[in-house]
């Protein structure tokens, strides 16, 4: 079984959204002594240092990874540092050389030290106009609009090519937009989905940067982190997709959203002023096929419109009662 040959997890980009959530389940699951949480942020949240080793690293600089791997013997990697979408427009060359050369670092230090597995999210951003925008299939061209979508199909061919070539066990999901209760997203085309629960709670105003009619594919981060441990306890026989798997929970509208939330909180009002990350949202799916996913390795999410925002609506009113938020 993978679980008892793997000696230990390394997850870059444990600061992130979903770096810092999926660590602490991982930790839960195979102790927090075998997760080392590295980040290049220099005051990580007090669960990450309380639950286990947490290194600062650039994973850009190869030797300095290396030097991680050796030290903490790892022999599994997690690897989720990354520019976003709308960060990367702002330096599409400081995206480019962020996301490809850690990828590259990563895959190398993977083949040269023959470790067990890979992990490598990619997303819905490597879709541009030309695709199918409804239940966009898993093989469609792939023409993104932002240096984000380019460096994930760039990185989505440079991993297919180290399992073909190296046999580098490099697996992948095409994540939409992400939701959680407990990070703030960090510069994302989808971030509204999560700035609009604490503006309603704290302020019950939001401004939203997309139009209301906006639909696009969301997924809860619960949902997020079920999907990278499926795939990654899946046996290698079952992973036929080496490029990145569509994955889909539910897809809705800002205004859709806003609606839900005036269910618990009737005078929430959202006013929208679409800027720039409209027209990257036009070009991306509003809807995903992961029919392949749910055949190869049994992708199911749990998270619909309704129960997502009934569980943020409940941990944030929480927080902020508790003085956390």
């Known amino acids: 079984m993978y679980r008892k040959n793997m000696k230990k997890i390394l997850v870059t980009g444990a600061t992130g959204q979903i770096g810092s959530e999926l660590t602490l389940e991982l930790r839960?699951?195979?102790?927090g002594e075998n997760v080392v949480a590295a980040g290049r942020r220099r005051k990580p949240n007090e669960m990450l240092l309380a639950t286990g080793p947490f290194i600062y690293l650039d994973a850009t600089d190869k030797s300095s990874?290396?030097?991680?791997?050796?030290?903490?013997d790892v022999d599994t990697i997690y690897h989720l540092a990354a520019v976003l979408s709308a960060a990367g427009e702002e330096n599409p060359q400081n995206a480019w050389r962020i996301n490809m050369e850690s990828l590259y670092n990563v895959l190398?230090?993977?083949r040269e030290k023959g470790l067990t597995r890979v992990f490598w999210p990619?997303?819905?951003a490597v879709f541009g106009p030309e695709a199918p925008r409804v239940k966009t299939p898993q093989n469609t061209v792939l023409i993104p609009r932002t240096i984000y979508g380019?460096?994930?199909?760039?990185g989505e061919l440079l991993c297919n090519y180290y399992f073909l070539r190296y046999n580098v066990d490099v697996r992948s999901v095409r994540y939409p937009g992400i939701i959680s209760s407990e990070t703030l997203p960090g510069g994302g085309t989808t971030d509204y989905a999560v700035e609009i629960f604490y503006e309603a709670i704290r302020r019950k105003r939001y401004t939203c940067f997309l139009r209301a009619d906006t639909v696009l594919p969301m997924m809860y981060m619960p949902d997020c982190i079920n999907a990278?441990?499926?795939?990654m306890e899946a046996d290698p026989s079952k992973i036929r997709c080496r490029t990145s798997y569509n994955v889909a929970a539910v897809s809705f509208s800002p205004a859709e959203l806003a609606a839900e939330i005036k269910k618990y909180i009737p005078d929430f009002v959202c006013e929208y002023k679409p800027d720039f990350r409209q027209q990257i949202a036009d070009s991306w799916p509003m809807s995903i096929d992961d029919t392949a996913?749910?055949?190869d390795w049994g992708w199911?999410?749990?998270?619909d419109l309704a129960s997502i925002v009934k569980d943020m609506i409940e941990k944030l009113t929480r927080r902020l009662a508790e003085g956390l938020l």
């Open 300 to 303: 199911s999410p749990k998270y």
């Open 150 to 154: 380019v460096s994930k199909v760039a």
């Open 228 to 231: 990278a441990l499926t795939l």
């Open 65 to 72: 990874l290396e030097k991680v791997v050796e030290e903490y």
């Open 28 to 31: 839960k699951k195979f102790g």
């Open 122 to 124: 990619s997303s819905i």
């Open 293 to 295: 996913a749910r055949e």
């Open 108 to 110: 190398e230090v993977a």
